[in-house]
Structure formats: C-alpha cells, structure tokens
T-cell receptor
C-alpha cells in the first residue's frame, strides 16, 4: 500500500533563517506531488505541484521554492523565512489518473 | 477557474443528531468532488468522492454525500453524529485527470455537544 511521510511535524524558526521540509511517498511510482499551506480560516492554498522529477509548477509567487530531486521525494524550501511564512504545510500525492489526493500529517511551522 | 464555497464556518450539533454540511462549487464541466476530514494538527483524510454515476455516494465513518448538478452542490450528511466526528471538514473540487491539484473550500468546523 502507499504511504506518505512528511517531516518534521513541528518547527520553530527565526525570521531570516532557511527552511527545508521533506516529503516522501512509498508504494507508488511517478506520483503527482503537491505542497499546500493552510492558514487559520483560509482553507488550503496550493503552493507547488510536480508531475515528474525536476518539474515544478508554482501556483502562488512567494518566498518559497520546491524541488523534486527523486521520483518520490518533494522538498519545500526557503532561503530566508518571513513571519508570514508561518502556517501548517501539507504534502500530498495523487496517482495522476484521477485527482484524489492523499495527504501527509503536516508540518506546523512557526516563524518567530 | 473552479471554486468551492462552504457557507458555514462553524456548526454545532448534539451527539446523536443528524448532520448536513453544505458545499457549493463552481466549475464549467462535470466536476470531481471530494470531502475530507481533518483532526487538529493532522493531515486530511478522504471521506468520500464523486466522479460519475450514482449521485449519492457512501463514504467512510457513516458519511454520505449527494451530488446535485442543478444546485451545484455536494452536501455531506450523517444520520447520527458521534463525539469523535468533531473536526474540520473540507469540500474540494478537481478538474478530472489533471495534475494541477484540488481546489478546497475554507472548511467547516464541526462541534459536537454532549
């Protein structure tokens, strides 16, 4: 069966520090991968998606970037965090044949 | 572009009572529709989905939803709620076969009264 792992679960970072959140999927190949951000009362906002290694599409211009160095690995990064980057970040995957998405457990990022 | 509206930010229901959470979507073609549930500090779990066929779909945990094209709605129902159903519920729409992710509503926070 397929599983998705996301870490760390919580992270407190100072303003201006770098960020790296990692997500890996097991049990499937060539998944579509997604990073969402969830802010209180604002639902889920799609940040990036990827249909293959090295292929990244950005939905919202921002202080963040994403990379897909391997088929089942998706990384969310920032060179310098802003206070506004605080939120709950969710990684998800789909099999590309239908749009049903499966989510990781999320990372709570607090920028202080 | 597609959009999803969940008009109720909070809903309070007594344990054992019935539940209906509203969801309206906007999309020009036949949508792929989903309901997800999120417990505090957790990821999202898929409750049910509609792609085509029977407009009444059954999901996990005793939930069901009905697709009504004429009303552009996909409301979630449960005949008798349990305290463990307290959570955040999200309705989402997909374009079907595309890779560009789902569009989510802002969620409905469900509170269960004893």
């Amino acid at each position: 069966s397929q599983t998705i792992h996301q870490w760390p679960a919580t992270l407190v970072q100072p303003v201006g520090s770098p960020l790296s959140l990692e997500c890996t999927v097991e049990g499937t190949s060539n998944p579509n991968l997604y990073w969402y951000r969830q802010a209180a009362g604002r639902g889920l906002q799609l940040l990036f998606y990827s249909v293959g290694i090295g292929q990244i599409s950005s939905e919202v211009p921002q202080n963040l970037s994403a990379s897909r160095p391997q088929d089942r690995q998706f990384i969310l990064s920032s060179k310098k965090l802003l206070l506004s980057d605080s939120g709950f970040y969710l990684c998800a995957w789909s099999d590309g044949m239908n749009t049903e998405a499966f989510f990781g457990q999320g990372t709570r990022l607090t920028v202080v | 572009a597609q959009s999803v509206t969940q008009p109720d930010i909070h809903i309070t229901v007594s344990e054992g009572a019935s539940l209906e959470l509203r969801c309206n979507y906007s999309y020009g073609a036949t949508p792929y529709l989903f309901w997800y549930v999120q417990s505090p500090g957790q990821g999202l779990q898929l409750l049910l989905k509609y792609f085509s066929g029977d407009t009444l779909v059954q999901g996990i945990k005793g939930f069901e939803a009905e697709f009504k094209r004429s009303q552009s709605s996909f409301n979630l129902r449960k005949p008798s709620v349990h305290w463990s159903d307290a959570a955040e519920y999200f309705c989402a729409v997909g374009t079907g076969g595309g890779a560009d992710g789902l569009t989510f509503g802002k969620g409905t926070h469900l509170i269960i009264q004893p």
